[in-house]
């Protein structure tokens, strides 16, 4: 049975995109047969992060209004044959989404994948809820600072009362994935800890994506983060999908490096 | 959380109507713990008023009891209520009570919840002289404005979080939320409002002026509590109890806060 996950937060710049990058392809490193589904109408990275952009044709708005088919308009992934992407569309607005045309579009890639992961765009309006009104899961993106807390929570009461799974009295999944943590501020009280984010919003915790340079240097390279897997982001994003996909491992790069005896001699931070 | 609960639709077509009434339930005082004692009492009472058990809505108060109740013990007596045709719907103790409460399946009234009655029941004649596990009629404090006899208005349960930006009103009756309730969120009752989370948004108990409403919460740390229309802001709040289990009353013009 297809999953649709749904990748969201509210707030915009948290790492929606990155983190749909790096799942969707962790998904399909571990064999499932993936898509991932730029949402963000108007404001299309996820290709960028990919590292598609220059093989993109058709969009999302072109399959929904039936000017391109699903095969000529998916892009497929040239580091894994499980991939694929779907391109949001440049030039268009927002409103060129329907819901009709998305639950159209979703059936269609319910019948040829394992897992549809869906890029959401920043806010709760009109494209933030149909890119999670039709999912099975979500994963709410939160950075460890008040407000993106308060999105988080906000899009949490909007994820169990406007979706579809909630309109006919199921719920969604939900699993918090804590990024871009920095434990050097946490401890500090710079940044709320991951304790106090999840005592707030109160559903169980994916994963913590630390704070770190290799996300900058994978977009860049165009691509997805998870791929370094020498990176702390890369690995953290290893145990996240592992997570989704039902193991139990414990959380890493929660600690701030214990300083060596050296460093502490001769100070510095 | 449902459609209904939430600001966002401006859901105008009503599918049911809130109702205000007053709801009389049964509270079986427990005193001593032995079931077949407490099997064979009941049965003479149910012998001498049959109809007055059927169906009957039943608080379970453990009040009374001195000595420590197992789960065992509490599922056999509850049982033996089933059997007689009462329903029992919730457990009246301290919080000590609450996992043993969430074990049997039963809701956990705090005490001082309800106010007894008790010379009436008897006067009644369900009850002959008092036995050990006496059996009476109480009515809750959560009496609504509206005069709607006998049409029990169920307290609005929810048992999931209430998020940033919904609102949760129970109109005519009490609002019990079992999980935390967020900052930016709402909630509106008529009558009292119990949160068994922490509390982090609004609660506005009595919002159609009653006086009496309450508010209890296991965590005070609310950005407004108001009861009737008196209300204090966090800044308030912080100075007195926060985060503490508390209970909020109106004194006069002031809300009084209390530990739990
Ligand atoms: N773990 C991280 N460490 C450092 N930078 C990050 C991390 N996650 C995301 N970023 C950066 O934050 C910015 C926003 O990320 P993006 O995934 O585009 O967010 P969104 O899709 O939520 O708007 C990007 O510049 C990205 O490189
Ligand atoms: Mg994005």
Same mark, same amino acid.
């Given at each position: 049975?297809?999953?649709?996950?749904?990748?969201?937060?509210?707030?915009?710049?948290?790492?929606?995109?990155?983190?749909?990058?790096?799942i969707g392809?962790?998904?399909?490193?571990?064999?499932f047969?993936?898509?991932?589904?730029?949402?963000?109408?108007?404001?299309?990275?996820?290709?960028?992060?990919?590292?598609?952009?220059?093989?993109?044709?058709?969009?999302?708005?072109?399959?929904?209004?039936?000017?391109?088919?699903?095969?000529?308009?998916?892009?497929?992934?040239?580091?894994?044959?499980?991939?694929?992407?779907?391109?949001?569309?440049?030039?268009?607005?927002?409103?060129?989404?329907?819901?009709?045309?998305?639950?159209?579009?979703?059936?269609?890639?319910?019948?040829?994948?394992?897992?549809?992961?869906?890029?959401?765009?920043a806010?709760?309006?009109?494209?933030?809820?149909?890119?999670?009104?039709?999912?099975?899961?979500?994963?709410?993106?939160?950075?460890?600072?008040?407000?993106?807390?308060?999105?988080?929570?906000?899009?949490?009461?909007?994820?169990?009362?406007?979706?579809?799974?909630?309109?006919?009295?199921?719920?969604?999944?939900?699993?918090?994935?804590?990024?871009?943590?920095?434990?050097?501020?946490?401890?500090l009280?710079?940044?709320?800890?991951?304790?106090?984010?999840?005592?707030?919003?109160?559903?169980?915790?994916?994963?913590?994506?630390?704070?770190?340079?290799?996300?900058?240097?994978?977009?860049?390279?165009?691509?997805?983060?998870?791929?370094?897997?020498?990176?702390?982001a890369?690995?953290?994003?290893?145990?996240?999908v592992?997570?989704?996909?039902?193991?139990?491992?414990?959380?890493?790069?929660?600690?701030?490096?214990?300083?060596?005896?050296?460093?502490?001699?001769?100070?510095?931070? | 959380?449902?459609?209904?609960?939430?600001?966002?639709?401006?859901?105008?077509?009503?599918?049911?109507?809130?109702?205000?009434?007053?709801?009389?339930?049964?509270v079986?005082?427990?005193?001593?713990?032995?079931?077949?004692?407490?099997?064979?009492?009941?049965?003479?009472?149910?012998? &001498?008023?049959?109809?007055?058990?059927? =169906?009957?809505? +039943?608080?379970? *108060?453990?009040?009374?009891? #001195?000595?420590e !109740?197992?789960?065992?013990?509490?599922?056999?007596?509850?049982?033996?209520?089933?059997?007689?045709?009462?329903?029992?719907?919730?457990?009246?103790?301290?919080?000590?009570?609450?996992?043993?409460?969430?074990?049997?399946?039963?809701?956990?009234?705090?005490?001082?919840?309800?106010?007894?009655?008790?010379?009436?029941?008897?006067r009644?004649?369900?009850?002959?002289?008092?036995?050990?596990?006496?059996?009476?009629r109480?009515?809750?404090?959560?009496?609504?404005?509206a005069?709607?006899?006998?049409?029990?208005i169920?307290?609005?349960?929810?048992?999931?979080?209430?998020?940033?930006?919904? &609102?949760?009103?129970?109109?005519?009756? =009490?609002?019990? +939320?079992?999980? *935390?309730?967020?900052?930016? #969120?709402?909630? !509106?009752?008529?009558?009292n409002?119990?949160?068994?989370?922490?509390?982090?948004?609004?609660a506005?108990?009595?919002?159609?002026?009653?006086?009496?409403?309450?508010?209890?919460?296991?965590?005070?740390?609310?950005?407004?509590?108001?009861i009737?229309?008196?209300?204090?802001?966090?800044?308030?709040?912080?100075?007195?109890?926060?985060?503490?289990?508390?209970?909020?009353?109106?004194?006069?013009?002031?809300?009084?806060?209390?530990?739990?």
């Amino acid at each position: 049975m297809a999953k649709i996950i749904v990748i969201t937060s509210g707030k915009g710049g948290v790492g929606k995109t990155t983190t749909s990058a790096a799942i969707g392809t962790g998904l399909a490193l571990r064999g499932f047969k993936t898509v991932i589904v730029d949402f963000d109408v108007g404001l299309r990275n996820l290709d960028l992060i990919m590292g598609c952009e220059r093989r993109v044709v058709y969009d999302f708005v072109n399959l929904i209004n039936g000017d391109s088919n699903l095969n000529q308009t998916l892009i497929k992934d040239k580091r894994s044959d499980n991939l694929y992407i779907l391109p949001a569309s440049q030039t268009r607005d927002k409103d060129a989404l329907t819901q009709d045309g998305v639950e159209k579009v979703l059936e269609e890639l319910k019948l040829t994948f394992d897992y549809i992961v869906c890029d959401s765009p920043a806010g709760i309006e009109k494209g933030a809820h149909l890119a999670m009104y039709f999912a099975d899961e979500a994963i709410v993106v939160t950075n460890p600072e008040v407000s993106s807390v308060r999105d988080s929570d906000r899009m949490l009461g909007l994820l169990s009362s406007k979706s579809r799974r909630a309109e006919s009295g199921e719920r969604i999944k939900e699993h918090l994935l804590l990024t871009r943590y920095n434990p050097v501020r946490a401890d500090l009280g710079e940044m709320l800890t991951v304790s106090d984010v999840e005592d707030i919003l109160s559903i169980p915790l994916l994963g913590v994506i630390p704070e770190s340079q290799a996300v900058l240097k994978a977009s860049n390279q165009g691509v997805p983060v998870i791929m370094d897997e020498l990176s702390d982001a890369g690995q953290a994003y290893g145990d996240a999908v592992d997570r989704l996909l039902g193991e139990t491992i414990p959380h890493r790069f929660l600690e701030a490096q214990k300083k060596s005896l050296l460093q502490r001699l001769f100070g510095g931070r | 959380m449902t459609a209904e609960s939430h600001s966002d639709k401006l859901d105008t077509d009503l599918a049911f109507n809130l109702k205000g009434g007053m709801l009389t339930m049964t509270v079986i005082e427990l005193v001593r713990q032995e079931p077949e004692r407490f099997a064979r009492q009941l049965a003479e009472k149910v012998r &001498q008023a049959p109809n007055f058990f059927k =169906d009957t809505p +039943v608080v379970f *108060s453990l009040d009374k009891l #001195s000595d420590e !109740l197992d789960a065992t013990t509490l599922a056999h007596l509850l049982q033996i209520c089933r059997d007689s045709g009462m329903q029992p719907m919730a457990l009246r103790g301290s919080e000590a009570f609450r996992p043993l409460a969430q074990h049997c399946g039963l809701v956990l009234m705090l005490p001082g919840r309800v106010r007894d009655k008790s010379g009436e029941g008897e006067r009644r004649g369900a009850a002959g002289p008092k036995k050990p596990e006496a059996v009476r009629r109480e009515t809750p404090v959560a009496a609504a404005p509206a005069p709607v006899a006998a049409e029990g208005i169920p307290s609005k349960v929810i048992t999931q979080p209430v998020r940033s930006g919904q &609102q949760v009103y129970a109109r005519g009756g =009490d609002l019990v +939320v079992l999980a *935390s309730v967020s900052p930016g #969120s709402e909630l !509106l009752a008529d009558g009292n409002i119990h949160v068994y989370g922490p509390l982090r948004g609004r609660a506005l108990a009595g919002v159609r002026g009653n006086t009496e409403a309450r508010i209890f919460c296991q965590s005070l740390e609310a950005e407004l509590v108001s009861i009737a229309g008196q209300y204090k802001v966090a800044e308030d709040l912080r100075r007195h109890l926060w985060k503490e289990a508390t209970q909020i009353s109106l004194d006069g013009d002031s809300l009084k806060i209390v530990p739990l």
